[in-house]
C-alpha cells in the first residue's frame, strides 16, 4: 500500500525558517516526479515547487523563488522544502506530491496525494 506523509510543519513567525519532509513508500519512487502545493482556508489547491526524478530540474511558484528550495533523497523515498523568510501569506495546508508532470508554471496528474501538514506564520 503506497503512502505518502508530510511532517515538519508548525508555527513560526514572520521571518522564520521551517523545513517540510514527505516519506513515501508502498514502491520505489525513483521514477517519480515529486513536488508540494498549499491550500489555504476558501482557496484552491496551488503549486509551491517541484523536483524531477532524472536529471535535477525544478520549480517554484513565483511568490517563494528566492525563498523555498525543493530537494529529494532517492534513497529514502523522501522528497524536503526547506522555506525560509516565511511570510503570513505562506499560511496554508502543504501537500506533498508523487508522481505528476512537471510544466513550465504547475504540475499535473498528480498519482498520489499527502494528508498535508499545517504551516502557520505569525506576523
Known amino acids: 500500500q503506497v503512502q505518502v506523509v508530510e511532517s515538519g510543519g508548525g508555527l513560526v513567525q514572520a521571518g522564520g525558517s521551517l523545513r517540510l519532509s514527505c516519506a513515501a513508500s508502498?514502491?520505489?519512487?525513483?521514477?517519480?516526479?515529486r513536488a508540494w502545493f498549499r491550500q489555504s482556508p476558501g482557496k484552491e489547491r496551488e503549486f509551491v515547487a517541484a523536483?524531477?526524478?532524472?536529471?535535477?530540474?525544478?520549480r517554484y511558484l513565483d511568490s517563494v523563488k528566492g525563498r523555498f528550495t525543493i530537494s529529494r533523497d532517492n534513497a529514502k523515498n523522501t522528497v524536503y522544502l526547506q522555506m525560509n523568510d516565511l511570510k503570513p501569506e505562506d499560511t496554508a495546508v502543504y501537500y506533498c506530491?508523487?508522481?505528476?508532470?512537471?510544466?513550465?508554471?504547475?504540475?499535473?496528474?498528480?498519482?498520489?496525494w499527502g494528508q498535508g501538514t499545517q504551516v502557520t506564520v505569525s506576523s
Open positions: 523536483i524531477s526524478w532524472s536529471i535535477p530540474t525544478t
Open positions: 506530491a508523487a508522481g505528476g508532470v512537471i510544466k513550465s508554471e504547475t504540475y499535473s496528474s498528480v498519482r498520489y
Open positions: 508502498g514502491r520505489t519512487f525513483i521514477d517519480y516526479n
